[in-house]
């Protein structure tokens, strides 16, 4: 089977060896480029708690003041791994939903508690610290890193994938899917995707892609991408 990846390839690289190792061609095409953002000094001791809905907000955080046992809301599996593997000990997670996430801040932390602060990028798809102060808690969001989409392409590459369309490709995010979307309308490949099977975390991101005829098109949460593999 040849899958198409989207990812940094720091995001990805054990996931292209793993299908690699499966018996799969794998190619790789990153949408987005992250990059760090400069933020103010943070006093972590003015928080009870803290939220993450991307890997790339722990990724690009100072954690050297910060307690590792603070409450660590994570919005999905890959975030909650990198959360684990950045020390952080009392990690809850919900299943890459933002929706689900603000759910378990509710049902698991007490606004009475103290302060939230919420960790993210640039763009984000839910307003969620918006959302939690409507319900009344004190939360503080930082901003830590940017997302730009990558407009320039190898040429071999986008004529080899043309000639070889891929049976999967992932999409992990509205960004990328908008990325995407405008990487089929320059190459003029809007016709070639008809036998592809399109995999979206959140609907919110598949419809971005709805305009393109697609075999079939499957939700997934993040961690959930080697299971799909046996649903084609």
């Known amino acids: 089977m040849h899958i198409l990846l989207t990812r940094p390839l720091e995001d990805c690289s054990e996931m292209i060896l793993k299908f690699k190792s499966l018996g799969h061609q794998v190619s790789h095409l990153p949408l987005l480029s992250i990059d760090k953002i400069n933020y103010d000094q943070i006093d972590f001791s003015n928080y009870e708690g803290i939220i993450f809905t991307s890997a790339n907000a722990v990724k690009f955080l100072n954690l050297k003041q910060i307690d590792k046992k ?26 890459g939903n933002v929706n689900n996430l603000k759910e378990l801040v509710l049902q698991n932390f007490n606004q009475k508690h103290g302060g939230l602060i919420y960790v993210s990028g640039e763009l ?9 102060i409507k319900e009344g808690y004190k939360i503080d969001r930082v901003i830590n890193y940017k997302t730009t989409h990558n407009q320039k392409f190898d040429e071999k590459f986008v004529t080899d994938l043309k000639l070889n369309i891929p049976d999967m490709v992932y999409i992990y995010s509205q960004n ?7 990487f089929i309308k320059i190459n003029q490949s809007e016709n070639l995707w008809m036998n592809t099977n399109l995999m979206c975390i959140g ?18 949460n993040s961690g959930e991408e080697e299971f799909l593999l046996y649903k084609i």
Do not use: H, M, P, Y
Request: proline share 0%.
């Open 176 to 182: 990328s899917a908008q990325s995407f979307l405008n």
């Open 70 to 95: 603070i409450f660590c809301f994570c919005v999905g599996n890959a975030t909650e791994k990198k959360a684990r593997d950045s020390g952080f000990q009392n990690v809850i997670t919900a299943e």
């Open 124 to 132: 984000v798809s839910t307003d969620l610290d918006q959302q939690l």
């Open 203 to 220: 609907e919110k991101t598949s419809s971005i892609l709805n305009e393109i005829k697609w075999k079939k098109i499957f939700l997934f």
